[in-house]
């Protein structure tokens, strides 16, 4: 978990920087980035009277990736010249994204975030506040930079240099004044690794800009058409989302696994295998993934991502 907190105010750069990110159609199919775009640079339209916008992170990294990981360092630091061999995964199966491997996180971070309010109220002067996960037109990641929890990295995700990326981000505005946090400096560097790693070229050669409309998690959660044919062979057997910019990023070497039961994977969705992929019914989809994330494609949004890179490996 971070806490930060920022005066809230009206966001003239990155009202700028969105204008533009707009106007050059990055944002594909999503409509909606379009709307209320005075509200998106200004947290007093959202809550009239608001002052303070405290952002917060909400760590979802694996604790299965994390000991991976750990088990291929441990291994990397005991060869000698005359051992080679690494410790290898399955990369064969279908891939999700790390973030929906549990519960949906709107529930469950809401839930935690009404409940720090409440806890506030019992210490503070009765104030109003009002909380967003990734429920109401917040420019999120722009805020949590401007309350010093981390930087805005070339793949355009919040990195903290001590805990990677692998956080969701909520936020509470209310209209009581703190003593307010500072941005930090970048530390992305000279680095490219996110860059050079995008399948799809989703990430501006000069980093910190995305092209939404290429973007894996773009094209298998938001597009609500076809998969266009352009992306063939690039999609890397991921069928929800996409975790490679974050994967290849070395500030993630100091991810650390969460502590949320929530967010675990279930143990019928973790041996699940693309045969059973490819032969999944709509009902039990709808039950494997009643409170998960993954049911905003739906049924047949899966089965269609599954088509496109099941196409793409023959």
């Not at 891939?95 to 409940?115: M, N, Q, T, W």
Request: with cysteine; glycine share 6%.
């Amino acid at each position: 978990m971070g806490v930060g907190i920022s005066r809230a105010e009206h966001m003239d750069e990155e009202a700028k920087h969105l204008e533009e990110w707009l106007n050059k159609g990055y944002h594909g199919e999503m409509s909606y980035m379009a709307n209320h775009f005075e509200m998106r640079v200004d947290p007093t339209k959202l809550m009239p009277g608001a002052k303070s916008v405290i952002s917060l992170m909400y760590n979802y990294f694996p604790k299965a990736e994390a000991q991976a990981e750990a088990e291929v360092a441990y291994h990397d630091s005991r060869l000698t010249t005359h051992d080679d061999s690494r410790l290898t995964t399955d990369d064969s199966r279908f891939k999700i994204s790390k973030y929906a491997y549990g519960e949906d996180y709107h529930k469950i971070v809401r839930r935690k975030l009404k409940a720090l309010l409440n806890e506030m109220k019992t210490e503070i002067d009765d104030f109003h506040g009002r909380v967003f996960v990734d429920s109401a037109p917040v420019m999120e990641r722009d805020w949590a930079k401007r309350s010093g929890l981390g930087w805005i990295g070339k793949n355009t995700l919040l990195i903290d240099p001590k805990k990677g990326s692998y956080f969701f981000l909520a936020e509470i505005i209310l209209d009581i004044e703190f003593e307010f946090d500072h941005p930090m400096r970048d530390h992305c560097g000279t680095c490219t690794r996110c860059i050079d790693a995008c399948p799809t070229d989703a990430i501006s050669q000069e980093g910190y800009v995305l092209d939404g409309s290429k973007c894996i998690s773009y094209l298998t959660i938001e597009l609500k058409s076809a998969i266009p044919d352009e992306f063939k062979g690039k999609m890397e057997d991921w069928i929800f989302g996409c975790d490679i910019c974050q994967e290849v990023c070395p500030w993630n070497r100091f991810s650390k696994p969460h502590e949320e039961p929530a967010f675990e994977m279930s143990d019928e969705i973790k041996a699940l295998k693309n045969e059973d992929w490819n032969e999944m019914t709509e009902e039990v989809f709808e039950n494997l993934f009643s409170k998960s994330a993954i049911k905003r494609t739906g049924w047949k949004g899966i089965q269609r991502n599954i088509d496109f890179v099941g196409k793409t490996t023959l």
